[in-house]
T-cell receptor, first 113, second 114 residues
Framework: KQEVTQIPAALSVPEGENLVLNCSFT??????LQWFRQDPGKGLTSLLL?????REQTSGRLNASLDKSSGRSTLYIAASQPGDSATYLC????????????FGGGTRLMVKP | GAGVSQTPSNKVTEKGKYVELRCDPI?????LYWYRQSLGQGPEFLIY????????DSGLPNDRFFAVRPEGSVSTLKIQRTERGDSAVYLC????????????FGPGTRLTVL
């Protein structure tokens, strides 16, 4: 059974810092990995999707990497802003559970002005 | 274009009552999913529809939970004899064709069972 873990559970940084959020998964047989943002009381917004054959994806100040063999992904946020404050979730779509996303518990990010 | 919409946004009910939660996917998306998110946790899969049929309902916790998608568009999640442990945010998502496509999520319905 696929298990997804996100570390740290919470993170507080001053504005302008570069930061890295970590995601690990136990079963490397995946189709893809997706990073989401969730604001309080809101749904999920897709940030980046990395296919299993890819190593990284970039969108603006965000860069997500994938090391499938070691079961790890990182989300790099450059020059953080207060508006980046949210919960960040990673989710994997696995071969043995291909109809669902398996989510980590999320990282709650606070960027202080 | 419009995203995934869910109604109601909030639902408060009493233990033992029946509730229905509605999801309108993105137009043209054939795949639809329901997830449940408890406070402080990531969403957990409930059920996946491909068209009108439930292709995977392995995440439904018990037979009090049921979902339909009769015309391959709107879906309704139905919960009978609600329990306090059913309190959570119920999220709906849709994707173009396959479960491996990007899933787009709605804002969720917050269900509170008193």
């Amino acid at each position: 059974k696929q298990e997804v873990t996100q570390i740290p559970a919470a993170l507080s940084v001053p504005e302008g810092e570069n930061l890295v959020l970590n995601c690990s998964f136990t079963d490397s047989a995946i189709y893809n990995l997706q990073w989401f943002r969730q604001d309080p009381g809101k749904g999920l917004t897709s940030l980046l999707l990395i296919q299993s054959s890819q190593r990284e994806q970039t969108s603006g100040r965000l860069n997500a990497s994938l090391d499938k063999s070691s079961g790890r992904s990182t989300l790099y946020i450059a020059a953080s802003q207060p508006g980046d404050s949210a919960t960040y979730l990673c989710a994997v779509n696995s071969h043995n559970a291909g109809n669902m996303l398996t989510f980590g518990g999320g990282t709650r990010l606070m960027v202080k002005p | 274009g419009a995203g995934v919409s869910q109604t109601p946004s909030n639902k408060v009910t009493e233990k033992g009552k029946y509730v229905e939660l509605r999801c309108d996917p993105i137009s043209g998306h054939t795949a639809l999913y329901w997830y449940r998110q408890s406070l402080g946790q990531g969403p957990e899969f409930l059920i996946y529809f491909q068209g009108t049929g439930a292709a995977d309902d392995s995440g439904l916790p018990n037979d009090r939970f049921f979902a339909v998608r009769p015309e391959g568009s709107v879906s309704t999640l139905k919960i009978q004899r609600t329990e306090r442990g059913d309190s959570a945010v119920y999220l709906c998502a849709s994707s173009v064709t396959r479960s491996t496509d990007t899933q787009y999520f709605g804002p969720g319905t917050r269900l509170t069972v008193l």
